[in-house]
T-cell receptor, first 113, second 115 residues
Framework: SQQGEEDPQALSIQEGENATMNCSYK?????LQWYRQNSGRGLVHLIL?????REKHSGRLRVTLDTSKKSSSLLITASRAADTASYFC?????????????FGTGTRLLVSP | GAVVSQHPSWVICKSGTSVKIECRSL??????MFWYRQFPKQSLMLMAT?????????EQGVEKDKFLINHASLTLSTLTVTSAHPEDSSFYIC???????????FGPGTRLTVL
């Protein structure tokens, strides 16, 4: 399977703490994206980092990308209970079709008040 | 970004029946849509790429005769699960590709339960 791996599988923290999730992938990529999914709902796009970028910020989100290690991390700072969701990384394969995304296994984040 | 809807949001059917799921791009003309399947507590797996006016491209291991995809207009793609069985019970999600932008916009998903 070409599916990416994420760790941890589950993460439980208190409000105000930071949450870090890691993603590893297997192929060359055009870009890597992070999505959020609330239970039983569709996905919401959070941030995209291109293969020639190393770090990107968006509000409380910070994403890093290390193409030499084929890995990425998502940091959520000052977490809130509303951040409770599953987070998925997704890679757009550099070799296969237009905009086909391969999703990681996901991290389930629980932020307690 | 594109607003994507799916209908129905959930459906329960008997084994052996067929179920049609609609994916609509409400404010964007989508030449390409994607269909994903997600089992409980698992990730999304791409099933097929739906191309307006042409045949869908299926991923390896996905039966094209079982999962019929029709993308007859720039705003609508349908997925029909034919002769559904309990193992087809899953969360089906569509997404819209917006061309030059790389992000995809996802529908809210359809939960299918086959009894």
């Amino acid at each position: 399977s070409q599916q990416g791996e994420e760790d941890p599988q589950a993460l439980s923290i208190q409000e105000g703490e930071n949450a870090t999730m890691n993603c590893s992938y297997k192929t060359s990529i055009n870009n890597l994206q992070w999505y959020r999914q609330n239970s039983g709902r569709g996905l919401v796009h959070l941030i995209l980092i291109r293969s020639n970028e190393r770090e990107k910020h968006s509000g409380r989100l910070r994403v890093t990308l290390d193409t030499s290690k084929k890995s990425s991390s998502l940091l959520i700072t000052a977490s809130r209970a509303a951040d409770t969701a599953s987070y998925f990384c997704a890679t757009e394969d550099g070799n296969t079709g237009f905009q086909k995304l391969v999703f990681g296994t996901g991290t389930r984040l629980l932020v307690s008040p | 970004g594109a607003v994507v809807s799916q209908h129905p949001s959930w459906v329960i059917c008997k084994s052996g029946t067929s179920v049609k799921i609609e994916c609509r791009s409400l404010d964007f003309q989508a030449t390409t849509m994607f269909w994903y399947r997600q089992f409980p507590k698992q990730s999304l797996m791409l099933m097929a790429t739906s191309n307006e006016g042409s045949k869908a491209t299926y991923e390896q291991g996905v039966e094209k005769d079982k999962f019929l995809i029709n993308h007859a207009s720039l705003t609508l793609s349908t997925l029909t699960v034919t002769s559904a069985h309990p193992e087809d019970s899953s969360f089906y999600i569509c997404s819209v590709a917006t061309g030059g932008l790389n992000e995809q916009f996802f529908g809210p998903g359809t939960r299918l339960t086959v009894l």
